[in-house]
């Protein structure tokens, strides 16, 4: 099994920064796409950003220009540099990585537990 862990989430004032980080352990053989997920409350969980084994990124439209997502492939963690953070940006934000799991070379998609972010305006 792989566990994914969180942390960096907080309460920032709007136009500050905070920065996530998320490590997968457990039975790893490899990872492929790495990425974060964010949702709140009363609203569906929506893409922040996601990231290839070979450093390709992806954003959603509401975050370019203001996050970015990078990953150490050697220590199996993903950050999320936030910037310029405004209140619509307040919700629990959830770390995926989609893992080959070892003996089996079985493939599954894993969730962190989640760290809520809050944007006071």
């Known amino acids: 099994q792989v566990q994914l862990v969180e942390s960096g989430g907080g309460l920032v004032q709007a136009g500050g920064s905070l920065r996530l980080s998320c490590a997968a352990s457990g039975s790893i053989f490899s990872i492929n796409t790495m990425g974060w997920y964010r949702q709140a409350p009363g609203k569906q969980r929506e893409l922040v950003a996601t990231i290839t084994s070979g450093g390709r990124a992806n954003y959603a439209d509401s975050v370019k220009g203001r996050f970015t997502i990078s990953r150490d492939n050697a220590k199996n963690t993903v950050s999320l540099q936030m910037n310029s953070l405004k209140p619509e940006d307040t919700a629990v934000y959830y770390c995926?990585?989609?893992?080959?799991?070892?003996?089996?070379?079985?493939?599954?998609?894993?969730w962190g537990q989640g760290t809520q972010v809050t944007v006071s305006s």
């Open positions: 995926n990585a989609d893992v080959t799991l070892l003996p089996l070379f079985r493939v599954t998609s894993s």
